[in-house]
């Protein structure tokens, strides 16, 4: 796939711009998930039977930059799925700045925290744009999904792909793609080629910092998250008779 001569000649400085950003509502939206499902609500078998959807990822996932943070891809899929009437349920756990290495440790605090039927893991950006080795970064992708896999053995994964620019070396960009295919073929998890496909390098679905998607840009990227995850949706509630 091909990213857009803007986003490939984009300069390291403003890339930085992209990990350097303010925390994420992970704990606030934990919270609010698990109020929903206390005991004694009116919806009670409801909540019972919806599975949660998890969107483990950095400041793609949580919103920077947007007016909502459910202007974000999860959110937008939340959307949709509420459209569609589905038995779902999605927590938004990006957290800004997020790299693999802090996501792997993060992910031990969530899983006992949250329950997790689907889960999307959106990170590696960030190792990417501070150059961190590709190996280092296949590593915490595989400990992480190897982790969410033994919290719920029946869990689905979703893995997101990411490109970096050639500005960062020819070979490492190469073998940085490559991180993510390996992945989803050694781990069997399902994988969305390229999150940002249609919206890196486009200026009028970015904000200022080239970065950073726009609500428009957010569309795009819900409707790449959904070509794999809807699916996987529509397959599982035809299973459950819904």
Same mark, same amino acid.
């Given at each position: 796939? /091909?990213?857009?001569?803007?986003?490939?000649?984009?300069?390291?400085?403003?890339?930085?711009?992209?990990? @350097?950003?303010?925390? @994420?509502?992970?704990?606030?939206?934990?919270?609010?998930?698990?109020?929903?499902?206390?005991?004694?609500?009116?919806?009670?078998?409801?909540?019972?039977?919806?599975?949660?959807?998890?969107?483990?990822?950095?400041?793609?996932?949580?919103?920077?930059?947007?007016?909502?943070?459910?202007?974000?891809?999860?959110?937008?899929?939340?959307?949709?799925?509420?459209?569609?009437?589905?038995?779902?349920?999605?927590?938004? %756990?990006?957290?800004?700045?997020? /790299?693999?290495?802090?996501?792997?440790?993060?992910?031990?605090?969530?899983?006992?925290?949250?329950?997790?039927?689907?889960?999307?893991?959106?990170?590696?950006?960030?190792?990417?744009?501070?150059?961190?080795?590709?190996?280092?970064?296949?590593?915490?992708?595989?400990?992480?999904?190897?982790?969410?896999?033994?919290?719920?053995?029946?869990?689905?994964?979703?893995? /997101?792909?990411?490109?970096?620019?050639?500005?960062?070396?020819?070979?490492?960009?190469?073998?940085?793609?490559?991180?993510?295919?390996?992945? %989803?073929?050694?781990?069997?998890?399902?994988?969305?080629?390229?999150?940002?496909?249609?919206?890196?390098?486009?200026?009028?679905?970015?904000? @200022?910092?080239?970065?950073?998607? /726009?609500?428009?840009?957010?569309?795009?990227?819900?409707?790449?998250?959904?070509?794999?995850?809807?699916?996987?949706?529509?397959?599982?509630?035809?299973?459950?008779?819904?």
């Amino acid at each position: 796939m /091909t990213i857009k001569n803007q986003f490939l000649t984009l300069g390291l400085a403003a890339l930085t711009a992209f990990y @350097g950003c303010g925390e @994420g509502q992970t704990s606030a939206n934990i919270a609010a998930e698990k109020e929903t499902r206390a005991a004694g609500s009116p919806d009670a078998k409801a909540e019972a039977e919806t599975q949660i959807i998890l969107f483990f990822g950095n400041s793609l996932t949580a919103g920077y930059g947007l007016d909502q943070p459910d202007l974000a891809f999860p959110g937008l899929i939340q959307q949709r799925i509420d459209s569609l009437d589905l038995p779902y349920k999605v927590v938004n %756990a990006g957290l800004s700045g997020e /790299t693999t290495a802090g996501g792997k440790s993060r992910i031990d605090w969530l899983l006992k925290k949250q329950p997790v039927d689907i889960f999307v893991l959106e990170l590696g950006a960030n190792d990417g744009l501070r150059g961190i080795s590709t190996e280092e970064t296949y590593a915490n992708l595989k400990a992480i999904i190897q982790k969410v896999r033994a919290s719920n053995p029946e869990v689905k994964i979703i893995l /997101t792909g990411m490109q970096m620019p050639p500005s960062m070396g020819q070979q490492y960009s190469k073998d940085f793609r490559e991180v993510f295919t390996r992945v %989803a073929e050694e781990e069997s998890v399902a994988l969305v080629p390229f999150l940002l496909e249609g919206v890196g390098g486009e200026a009028d679905l970015n904000q @200022g910092d080239g970065i950073h998607p /726009t609500e428009e840009g957010q569309k795009i990227l819900a409707e790449n998250v959904w070509e794999v995850l809807g699916p996987i949706l529509q397959e599982e509630a035809v299973a459950a008779g819904v």
